[in-house]
Protein backbone atom coordinates (compact mmCIF):
# COMPACT_ATOMS: atom_id res chain seq x y z
CA UNK A 1 0.00 0.00 0.00
CA UNK A 2 1.11 3.26 0.01
CA UNK A 3 3.10 4.85 2.42
CA UNK A 4 4.12 8.37 3.13
CA UNK A 5 7.10 9.10 5.79
CA UNK A 6 7.59 11.90 7.61
CA UNK A 7 10.99 13.52 9.46
CA UNK A 8 11.68 13.92 12.15
CA UNK A 9 9.23 12.60 14.32
CA UNK A 10 10.07 14.87 16.87
CA UNK A 11 11.87 17.98 17.33
CA UNK A 12 12.75 20.32 19.74
CA UNK A 13 13.94 23.83 18.79
CA UNK A 14 14.71 26.99 20.69
CA UNK A 15 12.41 29.96 19.96
CA UNK A 16 13.30 32.50 17.34
CA UNK A 17 15.12 29.49 15.31
CA UNK A 18 13.64 27.33 12.26
CA UNK A 19 12.24 24.07 11.76
CA UNK A 20 12.24 21.41 8.79
CA UNK A 21 9.93 19.21 8.39
CA UNK A 22 9.96 16.64 5.32
CA UNK A 23 6.86 14.43 4.11
CA UNK A 24 7.89 12.09 1.53
CA UNK A 25 5.67 9.66 -0.58
CA UNK A 26 7.61 6.52 -1.01
CA UNK A 27 5.99 4.38 -3.23
CA UNK A 28 3.72 6.82 -5.68
CA UNK A 29 3.65 10.25 -6.84
CA UNK A 30 2.13 12.55 -4.74
CA UNK A 31 0.09 15.24 -7.04
CA UNK A 32 -0.60 16.59 -4.52
CA UNK A 33 0.23 17.20 -0.11
CA UNK A 34 -1.91 18.61 2.81
CA UNK A 35 -0.55 19.90 5.68
CA UNK A 36 -2.11 19.84 9.16
CA UNK A 37 -1.61 20.71 12.65
CA UNK A 38 -2.96 19.17 15.71
CA UNK A 39 -3.13 20.84 19.26
CA UNK A 40 -3.56 18.47 22.23
CA UNK A 41 -6.74 16.29 22.97
CA UNK A 42 -7.87 18.65 19.21
CA UNK A 43 -8.70 17.28 16.27
CA UNK A 44 -6.57 18.24 12.84
CA UNK A 45 -6.51 21.73 11.40
CA UNK A 46 -5.71 21.72 7.50
CA UNK A 47 -2.87 24.48 7.32
CA UNK A 48 -2.11 23.99 3.70
CA UNK A 49 -3.00 22.11 0.34
CA UNK A 50 0.14 22.41 -2.09
CA UNK A 51 0.79 20.49 -5.70
CA UNK A 52 3.90 19.76 -6.93
CA UNK A 53 5.16 22.72 -8.36
CA UNK A 54 2.94 25.35 -7.39
CA UNK A 55 2.84 27.47 -4.61
CA UNK A 56 0.66 26.52 -1.95
CA UNK A 57 -2.70 27.57 -0.83
CA UNK A 58 -3.00 28.29 3.14
CA UNK A 59 -5.90 28.05 4.86
CA UNK A 60 -7.79 31.11 6.43
CA UNK A 61 -5.86 32.44 9.34
CA UNK A 62 -2.38 30.48 8.14
CA UNK A 63 0.52 32.87 8.10
CA UNK A 64 2.20 31.59 4.90
CA UNK A 65 5.43 33.99 5.76
CA UNK A 66 5.51 31.72 8.82
CA UNK A 67 4.46 28.43 7.72
CA UNK A 68 6.53 28.12 4.54
CA UNK A 69 5.66 25.29 2.21
CA UNK A 70 7.70 23.42 -0.59
CA UNK A 71 6.37 20.89 -3.26
CA UNK A 72 9.46 20.73 -5.86
CA UNK A 73 8.78 17.42 -6.74
CA UNK A 74 6.25 14.25 -6.68
CA UNK A 75 7.43 12.80 -3.56
CA UNK A 76 8.83 15.40 -1.11
CA UNK A 77 7.38 18.43 -0.23
CA UNK A 78 8.73 20.27 3.20
CA UNK A 79 7.28 22.60 5.75
CA UNK A 80 9.51 25.00 7.78
CA UNK A 81 7.99 26.58 10.52
CA UNK A 82 10.18 30.04 10.76
CA UNK A 83 11.24 31.90 14.07
CA UNK A 84 9.06 29.46 16.10
CA UNK A 85 7.90 30.62 19.04
CA UNK A 86 6.32 28.47 22.06
CA UNK A 87 2.75 28.43 20.64
CA UNK A 88 3.92 27.11 17.24
CA UNK A 89 4.77 24.08 20.00
CA UNK A 90 2.02 21.40 18.21
CA UNK A 91 1.97 17.88 15.95
CA UNK A 92 2.17 18.77 12.70
CA UNK A 93 0.94 15.69 10.36
CA UNK A 94 1.58 15.48 6.38
CA UNK A 95 -0.89 13.66 3.92
CA UNK A 96 -0.65 12.55 0.32
CA UNK A 97 -2.74 11.70 -2.41
CA UNK A 98 -2.00 11.04 -6.27
CA UNK A 99 -3.11 8.83 -8.93
CA UNK A 100 -5.39 5.50 -7.79
CA UNK A 101 -3.86 6.29 -3.98
CA UNK A 102 -6.45 7.92 -1.36
CA UNK A 103 -5.15 9.97 1.10
CA UNK A 104 -2.18 8.68 3.12
CA UNK A 105 -0.95 10.26 6.42
CA UNK A 106 2.66 10.33 7.85
CA UNK A 107 3.16 9.68 11.60
CA UNK A 108 3.36 13.33 12.80
CA UNK A 109 6.01 15.57 14.06
CA UNK A 110 6.03 16.30 17.56
CA UNK A 111 7.84 20.25 17.53
CA UNK A 112 8.31 21.68 20.94
CA UNK A 113 9.51 25.38 21.15
CA UNK A 114 11.41 26.44 23.79
CA UNK B 1 -17.87 24.45 9.06
CA UNK B 2 -14.19 23.68 9.85
CA UNK B 3 -13.17 21.91 12.67
CA UNK B 4 -12.42 24.68 15.64
CA UNK B 5 -10.56 23.30 17.79
CA UNK B 6 -13.12 21.37 20.38
CA UNK B 7 -12.17 18.86 23.44
CA UNK B 8 -13.13 15.22 22.15
CA UNK B 9 -15.62 13.95 23.59
CA UNK B 10 -15.24 10.27 24.93
CA UNK B 11 -17.45 6.72 24.36
CA UNK B 12 -16.77 3.71 26.73
CA UNK B 13 -17.72 0.27 25.93
CA UNK B 14 -17.15 -2.88 26.91
CA UNK B 15 -15.23 -5.02 25.55
CA UNK B 16 -17.30 -7.64 23.16
CA UNK B 17 -19.73 -4.65 22.60
CA UNK B 18 -20.69 -3.23 19.69
CA UNK B 19 -19.54 0.76 19.29
CA UNK B 20 -21.84 3.24 17.46
CA UNK B 21 -19.61 6.70 16.36
CA UNK B 22 -21.26 9.25 15.33
CA UNK B 23 -20.33 12.48 13.07
CA UNK B 24 -21.97 15.52 11.78
CA UNK B 25 -20.46 17.02 8.70
CA UNK B 26 -21.57 20.76 7.49
CA UNK B 27 -20.87 21.08 3.50
CA UNK B 28 -23.84 19.65 1.83
CA UNK B 29 -21.67 19.28 -1.17
CA UNK B 30 -18.98 16.55 -0.10
CA UNK B 31 -19.13 13.57 -1.77
CA UNK B 32 -16.55 11.60 -0.02
CA UNK B 33 -16.35 10.81 3.42
CA UNK B 34 -13.35 8.70 5.18
CA UNK B 35 -13.40 7.38 8.84
CA UNK B 36 -9.62 7.35 10.44
CA UNK B 37 -8.34 6.16 13.54
CA UNK B 38 -5.56 7.95 15.51
CA UNK B 39 -3.23 6.23 18.08
CA UNK B 40 -1.93 8.44 20.58
CA UNK B 41 1.44 10.17 18.95
CA UNK B 42 0.49 8.77 15.18
CA UNK B 43 -0.66 9.99 11.92
CA UNK B 44 -4.67 9.09 11.10
CA UNK B 45 -5.05 5.52 10.06
CA UNK B 46 -7.68 5.02 7.20
CA UNK B 47 -10.53 3.14 8.30
CA UNK B 48 -13.08 2.89 5.98
CA UNK B 49 -15.05 5.63 3.47
CA UNK B 50 -18.16 5.71 1.94
CA UNK B 51 -19.21 7.56 -1.39
CA UNK B 52 -22.01 10.40 -1.66
CA UNK B 53 -24.08 7.92 -3.40
CA UNK B 54 -24.13 4.91 -1.11
CA UNK B 55 -25.59 4.82 2.42
CA UNK B 56 -24.52 2.14 3.68
CA UNK B 57 -20.77 0.19 3.27
CA UNK B 58 -19.01 -2.91 5.40
CA UNK B 59 -15.56 -3.47 5.86
CA UNK B 60 -14.35 -6.19 8.14
CA UNK B 61 -15.93 -5.55 12.04
CA UNK B 62 -16.11 -2.16 10.55
CA UNK B 63 -19.84 -0.30 9.16
CA UNK B 64 -19.99 3.15 7.66
CA UNK B 65 -23.31 4.39 8.00
CA UNK B 66 -24.39 7.61 5.44
CA UNK B 67 -27.38 10.05 5.84
CA UNK B 68 -27.30 12.94 3.74
CA UNK B 69 -30.33 14.50 4.59
CA UNK B 70 -29.46 15.13 8.00
CA UNK B 71 -26.01 14.96 6.87
CA UNK B 72 -24.66 12.73 9.56
CA UNK B 73 -22.16 9.63 9.89
CA UNK B 74 -21.51 6.90 11.46
CA UNK B 75 -19.67 4.40 12.21
CA UNK B 76 -19.98 0.86 13.96
CA UNK B 77 -17.65 -1.27 15.20
CA UNK B 78 -18.50 -4.85 16.04
CA UNK B 79 -17.31 -6.85 18.93
CA UNK B 80 -14.92 -4.07 20.26
CA UNK B 81 -11.60 -4.98 21.22
CA UNK B 82 -8.92 -3.56 23.56
CA UNK B 83 -6.88 -2.27 20.21
CA UNK B 84 -10.28 -0.27 19.14
CA UNK B 85 -9.24 2.01 21.40
CA UNK B 86 -8.16 5.14 19.69
CA UNK B 87 -9.71 8.60 18.61
CA UNK B 88 -11.72 8.50 15.50
CA UNK B 89 -12.19 11.08 12.95
CA UNK B 90 -14.90 11.41 10.34
CA UNK B 91 -13.34 13.88 7.25
CA UNK B 92 -15.22 14.74 4.64
CA UNK B 93 -13.80 15.38 0.68
CA UNK B 94 -15.11 19.04 -0.08
CA UNK B 95 -14.45 19.75 -3.91
CA UNK B 96 -13.57 17.83 -6.74
CA UNK B 97 -10.57 15.62 -7.36
CA UNK B 98 -7.55 15.33 -5.07
CA UNK B 99 -9.38 18.19 -3.31
CA UNK B 100 -9.43 18.73 0.42
CA UNK B 101 -9.69 16.52 4.00
CA UNK B 102 -11.28 18.31 6.49
CA UNK B 103 -11.85 16.49 10.09
CA UNK B 104 -14.72 16.49 12.33
CA UNK B 105 -14.27 17.05 16.04
CA UNK B 106 -13.40 13.30 16.75
CA UNK B 107 -14.35 10.88 19.35
CA UNK B 108 -12.16 8.84 22.03
CA UNK B 109 -13.31 5.07 21.83
CA UNK B 110 -12.19 3.64 25.73
CA UNK B 111 -12.67 0.26 26.05
CA UNK B 112 -13.81 -1.37 29.29
CA UNK B 113 -12.53 -4.92 30.16
Known amino acids: GAVVSQHPSRVICKSGTSVKIECRSL??????MFWYRQFPKQSLMLMAT?????????EQGVEKDKFLINHASLTLSTLTVTSAHPEDSSFYIC??????????FGSGTRLTVV | GENVGLHLPTLSVQEGDNSIINCAYS??????FIWYKQESGKGPQFIID?????DKRQGQRVTVLLNKTVKHLSLQIAATQPGDSAVYFC????????????FGSGTRLSIRP
Open chain 1, 27 to 32: DFQATT
Open chain 2, 27 to 32: NSASDY
Open chain 2, 91 to 102: AENIGAGASKII
Open chain 1, 95 to 104: SATGGFYGYT
Open chain 2, 50 to 54: IRSNM
Open chain 1, 50 to 58: SNEGSKATY
